[in-house]
């Protein structure tokens, strides 16, 4: 997932993802500092930080940290549902007033790592064939994770659909006994009617 948004200094901005159990999850950011002078975004933003915090689907915080203006930031899910990564500038009381705009480049891996050439050149003694083979079999594995919960999740909806199936026959049964009983009821009731009048 990578994306970009904008946001105002200290103004914050969460994402929701949706996440298998036992998912590592890789946020990789950089901030950009509206210009008003050069009309344009600014490359750099010294002097910024960023409050990077990640929630559980139960409410539980998983990372609350400051970073810098740009920086990589993971975690890794306990529990199967949506996360909630919100973003926030450290800016200072002055620069709130100065009303400045951020701009927020983000890049956002779920159950990779960032994989780094340079390292990987650097290492003279790992076959890099090795390298790209672990890579694809952490692929392989987070595909196989993602299937596992898209499964428990369909067996989650197919048992809500039965349960409601089974509530709505109950409901109209009972309905349609209501109905017999009061017709019945109406029947008797019209029969001593014309009894009482000596109409039959």
Excluded at 2 to 19: M, N, P, S, T, V
Excluded at 125 to 150: A, F, G
Aim: with cysteine; glycine share 6%.
């Amino acid at each position: 997932l990578a994306l970009y948004f904008h946001i105002g200094e200290r103004e914050e901005k969460c994402i929701i993802e949706d996440l298998p159990s036992d998912t590592l999850v890789f946020g990789n950011y950089k901030m950009q500092r509206w210009d008003i002078h050069k009309h344009d975004f600014l490359e750099s933003a010294p002097g910024l930080g960023m409050y990077v915090t990640v929630s559980t689907p139960s409410g539980e915080v998983l990372l609350s940290k400051l970073y810098g203006p740009q920086g990589t930031f993971s975690f890794t899910s306990h529990l199967s549902g949506e996360h909630i990564i919100c973003f926030q500038s450290n800016s200072t009381r002055l620069l709130a007033i100065a009303g400045s705009k951020l701009r927020i480049h983000l890049d956002i891996r779920v159950g990779e790592h960032f994989f780094d050439e340079s390292a990987v050149q650097a290492k003279e003694k790992v076959d890099e064939v090795n390298v790209r083979l672990e890579h694809l079999i952490e692929q392989i594995h987070h595909v196989s994770k993602e299937q596992d919960y898209e499964r428990e999740r369909e067996e989650k909806f197919r048992k809500t659909s039965e349960e409601t199936n089974s509530n709505i026959l109950w409901w109209a049964i009972v309905q349609t006994l209501i109905l017999i009983s009061v017709g019945i009821w109406q029947i008797k009731s019209l029969r001593d009617f014309f009894i009482a009048k000596k109409l039959v």
